[in-house]
């Protein structure tokens, strides 16, 4: 069993900052590629940010810089640090990571997890 647990969340104003983790936790044995994705009302989920298990990242256009994805492999966690926020930036946003875990003793199984989920809300 695989949990990925978000937090960092909150109310920001425009032009300020917040750092989301995500950490992933249970019978791991490998966290490959993890990521930001975020859904704000009547749109749908779209990748922010992500980066894979030797830390190559790759971000969605309308980040402009402003955000940082980065990862701890050793406490199986990933961040996004996010700078100059915009109202529009206002959305739930999800971690989501690619993992090989135990099965049992001898045997792994790779699987997509999301998280929960973390309000961001940008606004004045």
């Known amino acids: 069993q695989v949990q990925l647990v978000e937090s960092g969340g909150g109310l920001v104003q425009p032009g300020g900052s917040l750092k989301l983790s995500c950490a992933a936790s249970g019978s791991i044995a490998t966290v490959h590629a993890m990521g930001w994705y975020r859904q704000a009302p009547g749109n749908q989920r779209e990748l922010v940010a992500s980066i894979t298990g030797g830390g190559t990242t790759n971000y969605a256009d309308f980040v402009e810089g402003r955000f940082s994805i980065s990862r701890d492999s050793a406490k199986n966690t990933a961040y996004l640090q996010m700078n100059g926020l915009k109202p529009e930036d206002t959305a739930v946003y999800y971690c989501?990571?690619?993992?090989?875990?135990?099965?049992?003793?001898?045997?792994?199984?790779?699987?997509?997890?999301w998280g929960q989920g973390t309000q961001v809300t940008v606004s004045s």
């Open positions: 989501n990571a690619d993992i090989t875990h135990w099965r049992t003793s001898w045997t792994t199984q790779r699987n997509t997890y």
